[in-house]
């Protein structure tokens, strides 16, 4: 069996920071993400961490946000002691578990501040289900106003045109 070996020598661990990721789906959202920074914060301060917070909006399903990309970024090089998020799926929908062993790989401890207790087989199963229905039903409707802005948009400079 292979054994992975770290690339760089870690900083010392009271050169590492706590970082707090909050992550909503849309812009439409921007109240819960201030509440979701808020108890970040709290809980932080609470545990006497030195901590900062990187936020992002953005699918669940997206593994190109700039917060998430920076945090595995940070993680990889050492600089991160913790990694605190709310829930779970607030840091990705699925694949969370691989960013978690990276980050035990590199000596980042994962708190989960809203950790549930463990579900059944297919209580996770139906709740996968749920989300990417959710995901792709969003991608949809969003698709479709996008169309339906672009020929509004079209009417509107008709309409101007016939009345010019």
């Given at each position: 069996m292979a054994k992975l070996q770290h690339l760089a020598p870690h900083p010392a661990p009271s050169d590492r920071t706590t970082i707090a990721y909050a992550r909503v789906s849309t812009n439409g959202q921007k109240d819960d993400l201030v509440r979701q920074v808020a108890l970040l914060e709290s809980f932080c301060a609470a545990n006497r961490?030195?901590?900062?917070?990187?936020?992002?909006?953005?699918?669940?399903?997206?593994?190109?946000?700039?917060?998430?990309r920076i945090l595995i970024n940070r993680?990889?090089?050492?600089?991160?002691?913790?990694?605190?998020?709310?829930?779970?799926?607030?840091?990705?929908?699925?694949?969370?578990?691989?960013?978690?062993?990276?980050c035990e790989h590199f000596g980042t401890e994962v708190v989960i501040?809203?950790?549930?207790?463990e579900s059944s087989f297919e209580e996770?199963?139906?709740?996968?289900?749920?989300?990417?229905?959710?995901?792709?039903?969003?991608?949809?409707?969003?698709?479709?106003?996008?169309?339906?802005?672009?020929?509004?948009?079209?009417?509107?400079a008709a309409a101007k045109d016939v009345s010019a």
């Open positions: 961490w030195a901590y900062e917070v990187i936020s992002d909006v953005g699918s669940g399903l997206n593994y190109h946000k700039l917060g998430l993680s990889g090089s050492g600089e991160i002691a913790r990694g605190v998020i709310s829930h779970k799926d607030r840091l990705l929908r699925f694949g969370s578990e691989l960013v978690f062993a990276l501040v809203n950790a549930s207790e996770e199963l139906a709740t996968d289900v749920i989300e990417i229905v959710t995901v792709f039903s969003a991608r949809l409707y969003g698709s479709r106003s996008h169309k339906n802005k672009a020929v509004m948009e079209t009417l509107a």
